[in-house]
Structures are given as C-alpha cells and as structure tokens.
C-alpha cells in the first residue's frame, strides 16, 4: 500500500480504539442498567442530578458534552418516569431547569454500587485508570481550547 495512505488504515486511528472502547464500556453498564430501567445517558444525566439537584438544560448539556437535541428525550424519558422535573425559570422563562425528584434521589441508593461492578470488568490497575481518565479528560479539554 502506498504510503500516502497509511493514515487512512483503521490501526492508525486514534479515533477507531476511543470509539470501540467507549462502546464496549457502556455495553458493560448495560445489565446494571437495565435493572434500574435506565440507558447509559439517562444514567450519566442521573449522576449530575444526584450531585447537583438542580441545574439548567444548558448547563447539563456542556457538562456531558450533549447537545440539546440529544438531551430533550433522555430529560423527556426522565421527567416520565418521574425522576427529573422540568420548569421555566422564573427569572427567564428562556431557560429550561431540571431538579431532580424525591423517586429520582431514591433511584441513586439502587444505582451507587454500579460504578464498582463496573470497574470490576475493565480489565485496569487504579494507576492505569487514573491515567487514563486524565488522558482522556486532557483530549476532552483540547477541544475546548480549540475552539476558542
């Protein structure tokens, strides 16, 4: 094969591992999940309700690194099963607020040992996590500063 092309090769693709990894990570939740009825995003958006119990869609959105269109169904699914709420601001009523509901905190106590059944599979030292979990969040912040 021409040199020319080697940077199109799949095993040159830093892009190919990230993508397969990330899904295989999310195929591990998906058993956890499904006991709790909830998708992986529904559960990250659960994460930062737990932690913040109140935000904006905006907010929310640049916190996952989700756009609004991806964001409206899973807050949609949420708010039915009667997790979240969603409301105006009363300040603006452009800005759409998600507070998380009393049945959507009790969801966290059947949710907390997800993340340690998880990391079980992974396959990863603490060290090794860490270190990838820095790298990551390093790229993930690249992007920011790039589009400045």
């Known amino acids: 094969m021409s040199e020319i092309y080697e940077t199109q ?52 959105g640049a916190k996952l690194y989700l756009d609004s269109g991806t964001l409206t169904p899973v807050l949609k699914s949420l708010e039915s099963k009667g997790y979240v709420y969603r409301h105006r601001s009363l300040k603006d009523e452009r800005v759409l ?30 060290e090794e996590a860490v270190t990838l979990y820095r790298l990551l969040y390093k790229l993930l912040d690249s992007d920011e500063d790039s589009a400045e």
Do not use: H
């Not at 993508?19 to 058993?31: F, Q, T």
């Not at 607020?97 to 992974?122: I, M, Y």
């Open 97 to 126: 607020l998600v507070d998380v509901t009393e049945e959507g905190q009790r969801l966290r106590d059947k949710a907390v040992r997800v993340p340690e059944k998880v990391s079980k599979f992974l396959g990863l030292t603490s």
């Open 9 to 60: 090769r799949l095993e040159n693709q830093l892009c190919f591992p990230l993508y397969a990894c990330s899904r295989e990570v999310v195929k591990k939740y998906r058993p956890y999940l499904d006991e709790l009825n909830l998708t992986y995003t529904q559960y990250i958006v659960m994460m930062v309700m737990w932690e913040k119990k109140a935000i904006n869609v905006k907010e929310l």
